[in-house]
């Protein structure tokens, strides 16, 4: 049962038990990160694309198949889609031997095929001479790739993966990365993998999806959506705090610049001469755009937006200080993060003074949340 | 000792473990993972013989099943004795008295599968029949293995509603546990006694074996304990 290459077309709709309206779509060959906070619907949305739950309305297709059109009353049950599942914490039958949990997936083969193919995949996951042993006489790491043989074995349309990297150790999570990154450009079906980690998804992932409480926040290149969030939602959920409030000053195209009223400050921030002047606006600046000196130790950019600031709190977490500051002329604090050497050698501490250069190109207008 | 009431007894339990244990391995799965309105009360109902006095059970078994109900008649006329004080009437009333015994291990051994190995047996192509045989009902065996030695053992034991339903005919309805009574009724300890160690010997050794064995499955496969 070889299936072919395919793409994914997913949009569905439902208001109960757990309310989705959700956009995806996902290419032959890409990697799909469908990320969001815990109860934002992304298992549930991997459910329906496998055939394990049944949503209320839309469509789902994979390969030119129609796997469940609401208005034409089409549903292919999971055994019917021909899919590569890993849940999140493999879902292996633990009774089985390694090699008997893949072979469960090939029962469609004759029973020679099927060990052949099944030792194959145990070998291409690096597990050779473990295919008698139970999935509790395995690492977590082990076990997951006996799921991913298992998935894979099975010649599916698509690979779901569901959190797969939840359960390991940051050691061996590391290794899965790079794993995953190679068989990833040897397949050519789409993966579908939802997780809560931002890195996993820079790391791993062509394409990312925002999910928040089931709804699709915002699609695109992972980078892209890190830096550029549609709205302050998806800001948040990138990880971005400083979000601020403001009004289009003035455009300025031989510059390429917008700038920004901020308060009592103008701010320079990259072309956007389709917002009229005038408009309020919601505008973030990721922490990589954030750079801190104390003064009398100028080694900052050459930037239009230069600010003086006072240094609020001070909180030394890990290897870094993440400190809260309050620019002259605006209330909302500026929060950024250095490394701890950095913030001893500059003696940030509370209630000191020092310059902020906040880099033109990170500063982002939220298109969605502008004033109409 | 009353050889004849012991080998009645084995063979109500024998009869009741085959014709109940198949039902009740369906009706068990259906309640661990089926949603369906009225379902607290399916399983209420199910566990109402643990909780009401033998007697009580077997007094609404002797008027439903008795020969002025509707079920009595019908068997009447169609087999020629009624269900009452005839082996097959204890048959169904033991069926009956041990559905519990039967459904709720079994029950909570489906319950104990994750949903995500259910989940990747779909997945993998799996249908229905052979994700429970090769998937479910290998990791559920331990529940299986008790609902059978606790239906078979309760059976052995089973006094109040098979003296309700069955009375005490020789041959016919007389177990081992109303022949013990009858010899302590007659002053015969000697004998009540031996029969009462055979049974609490039986049921010692049938119970420890169960239990053995599940906990050597689940240490096995690293599941939990039922």
């Known amino acids: 049962m070889a299936c072919p290459s395919s793409k994914l077309e997913f949009a569905v709709e439902q208001s109960a038990p757990i309310p989705i309206s959700a956009g995806i779509d996902c290419e032959s060959g890409q990697l799909l990160a469908l990320v969001g906070p815990s109860g934002s619907g992304k298992s549930t949305l991997l459910r329906m694309i496998a055939g394990l739950s049944r949503p209320q309305a839309g469509r789902i297709a994979c390969g030119g198949t129609v796997w469940f059109d609401a208005a034409k009353d089409i549903f292919l049950s999971p055994q019917q889609r021909c899919i590569g599942y890993v849940p999140q914490h493999y879902g292996l039958f633990p009774h089985m031997s390694a090699l008997d949990n893949v072979r469960a997936g090939l029962h469609h083969l004759a029973p020679a095929e099927q060990l052949r193919r099944a030792i194959e995949w145990l070998a291409r996951v690096h597990l050779d001479g473990l295919e008698q042993r139970r999935p509790a006489e395995l690492s977590g790491g082990q076990q997951q790739r006996v799921a991913v043989a298992r998935a894979l074995a099975r010649d599916p349309t698509i690979l779901l993966l569901d959190e797969p990297f939840s359960a390991v150790d940051r050691t061996t999570r590391e290794s899965l990365y790079f794993e995953l990154a190679q068989l990833k450009r040897e397949l050519a079906i789409p993966v579908v993998m939802v997780t809560h980690d931002l890195n996993e998804a820079l790391l791993l992932a062509d394409q990312m999806t925002l999910l928040t409480i089931g709804k699709t926040l915002q699609s695109g290149l992972p980078y892209a959506v890190m830096a550029q969030p549609v709205n302050e939602a998806a800001a948040q959920q990138v990880g971005i705090r400083n979000i601020f409030d403001g009004e289009i000053a003035s455009h300025d195209a031989i510059a390429r610049l917008t700038w920004l009223r901020v308060g009592a400050l103008m701010l320079a921030s990259p072309l956007r001469p389709r917002i009229l002047p005038g408009t309020r606006i919601r505008w973030v600046i990721p922490n990589s755009g954030v750079r801190l000196r104390a003064v009398g130790r100028d080694y900052l950019p050459i930037s239009h937006n230069r600010f003086e600031v006072t240094i609020q709190t001070v909180l030394p977490i890990g290897n870094e200080v993440r400190l809260t500051a309050r620019m002259d002329g605006i209330d909302a604090p500026l929060h950024a993060q250095v490394p701890i050497r950095l913030a001893d050698e500059l003696h940030l501490a509370p209630g000191n003074r020092t310059t902020v250069v906040l880099l033109e190109k990170a500063v982002h207008i939220l298109p969605q949340d502008c004033e109409r | ?226």
């Open chain 2, 1 to 226: 000792m009353e050889w004849p009431a012991l080998w009645l007894s084995l063979k109500l339990a024998m009869l009741t473990v085959l014709l109940l244990l198949p039902a009740a391995l369906f009706a068990g799965r259906a309640l661990a993972y089926r949603r369906f309105w009225g379902r607290p009360l399916v399983e209420a109902l199910l566990a109402v013989p643990l909780v009401l006095p033998p007697t009580v059970v077997g007094y609404y078994l002797l008027v439903g099943l008795g020969g002025q109900s509707l079920i009595g008649q019908w068997v009447a006329n169609w087999s020629g004795h009624t269900l009452v004080f005839h082996f097959s009437g204890l048959v169904i009333a033991s069926i009956i008295v041990n559905i519990p015994f039967a459904v709720q291990p079994i029950q909570r051994a489906f319950e104990a599968i994750p949903r995500e190995v259910r989940d990747a047996a779909a997945c993998c192509g799996m249908s229905f029949w052979r994700t429970l045989l090769t998937v479910e009902l290998p990791l559920a065996w331990p529940g299986v293995l008790t609902a059978l030695v606790l239906t078979f053992a309760h059976t052995l034991g089973e006094f109040g509603v098979v003296l309700m339903v069955g009375g005490s005919i020789p041959g016919e309805t007389k177990t081992i546990a109303i022949a013990i009574y009858d010899r302590v009724q007659a002053f015969d300890f000697d004998a009540a006694g031996r029969m009462s160690l055979l049974l609490l010997v039986f049921s010692i050794a049938v119970l420890a074996l169960a239990n053995g064995l599940s906990r050597r499955f689940g240490r096995r496969h690293g599941l939990p304990e039922l």
